[in-house]
């Protein structure tokens, strides 16, 4: 760990965290969910409707942004990653108030689909934390300051990084792999000193005998009364204690010949989990708790075959799964409890990123740009609007007091509710 402002650090360890209850501080929102309690959204716009403001960005990044006390923040990556950037702008008028840009000499490996900079920033009100792969954890308070920074040791993996790290209770919680190094981490918030690091098997990047890696981000729930981080690991789940970083509980996920990925987020509501892999592997669903192996215990089913790509994370509303995907563009509804799907029709384009929910609808950007809207209905796909922006995304929106924000290869949204369209 490496302190870059003794002082500034200092002073934020005795001062309250102030937090708006509309910010969207992480990857999927509160508590990584990707569902949001706000009202009053925009259903539809486009370049010249409910636009509140954009800004350029330097380069396409499979980052998301993220909104913390007026702020917003985005990672970007320019000179093949050898620039690895934190933007910060206003959220009120999308100025840019301050870049921060650590330099790397090499060209590291990624996949051509996956720019450089894809993990997503986290904060807390003061503080913001990113991940730049090999170069470690950096953290900024919001002028712009460097607070910290943590060497966690080398990254590589055919297909670059893209789990993002989490606040939880003082510590900044990464999902630090794929690669030949892999494991769960925790640093202290304030200070970046590594608190517990727990190894996880299996990692490996390259195509023989088979590519194998998570880029999960971690989520934080609490289960029987405890705390615990929920992360999908290229064969199963785990669940590790946040203070010590012991695994808890794992549970296997069924085999797949070809490849071991898995890119999305696990799913948690109502007892349950649901852990959905990439590369048309499987998806298997189970009841959280209880302790060491409890795959023939708690695994609720399991689907081994014909499944569509899955790069980005859905959401469960009132015990059912909805989840865009990876291929053609399709969207599905899976029935939580037993993992029957009960539709599955066409969306405008293939959706890298992940689903968030709120007032009602689902959102989630495609490709090309064109962000589906449709309502968590159980009987059929409901689309009721596709808004186009004409520049290509693999971002998932961020939604804060009204607002979405949404990243594209060459700006940042700002999207409401303009006075003409009121």
């Not at 005998?209 to 289960?223: A, L």
């Amino acid at each position: 760990m490496t302190q870059l402002c003794t002082v500034t650090a200092g002073i934020l360890t005795v001062t309250l965290t102030i937090v708006q209850a509309a910010d969207w501080q992480q990857f999927r929102g509160p508590r990584g969910s990707g569902i949001s309690n706000e009202k009053n959204l925009p259903v539809t716009w486009g370049p010249d409707e409910n636009i509140t403001w954009k800004a350029s960005l330097p380069g396409p990044g499979n980052s998301s942004p993220i909104v913390s006390t007026g702020r917003v923040f985005v990672a970007c990556a320019t000179d093949q990653g050898r620039n690895r950037g934190l933007h910060c702008f206003d959220r009120r008028d999308g100025s840019e108030l301050w870049i921060q840009t650590v330099r790397y000499s090499e060209i590291a490996p990624t996949h051509t689909q996956n720019p450089y900079g894809a993990s997503t920033p986290v904060a807390d009100g003061q503080r913001v934390v990113i991940w730049h792969g090999t170069l470690g954890l950096y953290c900024y308070d919001f002028e712009g300051r460097g607070l910290w920074h943590t060497d966690l040791g080398e990254f590589s993996h055919v297909y670059g990084y893209a789990s993002s790290p989490v606040i939880h209770d003082g510590k900044v919680i990464l999902n630090f792999g794929p690669g030949n190094r892999t494991f769960m981490t925790a640093v202290d918030l304030n200070t970046g000193d590594i608190l517990w690091q727990t190894e996880e098997p299996g990692g490996f990047s390259t195509r023989k005998p088979k590519i194998v890696g998570s880029f999960s981000t971690p989520v934080i729930v609490e289960i029987e009364g405890q705390e615990q981080i929920i992360c999908t690991m290229p064969t199963r789940v785990v669940a590790y204690d946040p203070e010590s970083g012991q695994i808890i509980w794992t549970c296997d996920g069924p085999p797949n010949p070809s490849t071991d990925l898995v890119y999305t987020s696990p799913l948690i509501a109502d007892g349950i989990g649901v852990a959905m892999t990439g590369a048309r592997g499987p998806a298997f669903a189970f009841r959280l708790g209880g302790s060491g192996n409890v795959t023939d215990t708690n695994r609720l089913w399991d689907i081994e075959k014909s499944q569509p790509d899955r790069l980005g994370s859905g959401v469960i509303i009132e015990g059912h799964i909805y989840v865009a995907n990876a291929d053609v563009g399709t969207a599905q509804c899976l029935e939580l409890q037993t993992g029957n799907q009960v539709w599955r029709a066409r969306l405008p384009g293939a959706n890298w990123g992940s689903i968030v929910y709120a007032d009602g609808r689902i959102y989630v950007t495609g490709r090309d740009g064109t962000t589906s809207v449709f309502v968590p209905n159980p009987r059929q796909l409901e689309l009721i609007a596709s808004n186009k922006l004409g520049e290509s995304s693999d971002s998932t929106p961020a939604i804060s007091n009204g607002q979405i924000f949404l990243r594209t290869d060459l700006h940042l949204f700002c999207i409401g509710q303009t006075s003409e369209s009121q």
